[in-house]
């Protein structure tokens, strides 16, 4: 049981690593043509399916099994807003790790996918859980930020979490060796955020 209250720590939104900061381009693409929860919907799928979250799935995993994939997953980074959010959550996320000893971290900056799969390895939770616990946090994350720009409502906030539980166990899914993406709209989106007008999001 302490691996489970330790996913939900680390994992939570009030662990301290950032992420209410970010949207992964998302800012950009509300002012774009996402305005329900359709198109929520359609946008984290594609990003769990052939985008971000698909190829921090795949590090995290790597990551857990030992492999040294912290250059590998900035190098992977499509964006310059892109290596700052897993970069800057990654290292926010290893300093608040301090409190459970155990860990070297040998890589600055490291990605935060990575910095997750060592800190699940080193206290011995399975890859598939801190996988699963990861990806869910990912998007809620994301809706949490489309709430706040849509707006939408907590309920609408739910619906999306809900509908998106096939893609997340698709990913959860993902073949190790299937590292890349496939998400033109959110590099695309990524891109433009860097100059967009009224920005909310650091990304």
């Known amino acids: 049981m302490v691996e489970l209250l330790r996913l939900l ?7 301290p690593t950032g992420g209410f900061a970010y949207s992964s381009g998302l800012e950009w693409a509300v002012e774009h043509g996402i305005r329900d929860e359709p198109t929520l919907i359609a946008w ?5 399916q052939s985008g971000s979250l698909w190829t921090d799935a795949i590090l995290l995993r790597r990551a857990h099994r ?5 250059e590998l997953g900035l190098a992977l980074a499509t964006t310059f807003e892109r290596r700052l959010e897993t970069s800057a959550q990654g290292s926010a ?4 790790a301090a409190a459970w000893p ?8 490291i990605p935060y996918p990575v910095a997750v799969g060592k800190l699940a390895a080193a206290h011995e ?20 930020a ?12 739910l619906r999306c979490q809900a509908a998106l539980e096939p893609a997340i166990l698709q990913t959860l899914a993902a073949n190790s060796d299937e590292l890349g993406t496939a998400s033109w709209a959110s590099d695309i989106a990524s ?5 967009q007008y009224t920005r909310l999001f650091r990304t």
Not at 9 to 15: G, K, V
Not at 44 to 48: G, H, K, S, T
Not at 93 to 96: G, R, T
Request: net charge negative; glycine share 6%.
């Open 146 to 157: 489309a709430i706040r720009l849509i707006p939408l409502g907590q309920a609408a906030g």
């Open 66 to 70: 030992g492999e040294d994939v912290a």
């Open 44 to 48: 984290i799928e594609d990003l769990l």
């Open 102 to 109: 155990g860990t070297a971290w040998d890589d600055d900056p």
């Open 125 to 144: 939770i399975d890859e598939d859980s801190a996988t699963l616990a990861f990806l869910h946090a990912a998007a809620a994350n994301l809706i949490s």
């Open 93 to 96: 996320f290893v300093l608040a």
């Open 191 to 195: 891109m433009q955020h860097e100059t």
């Open 9 to 15: 720590t680390w994992l939570s939104p009030a662990f």
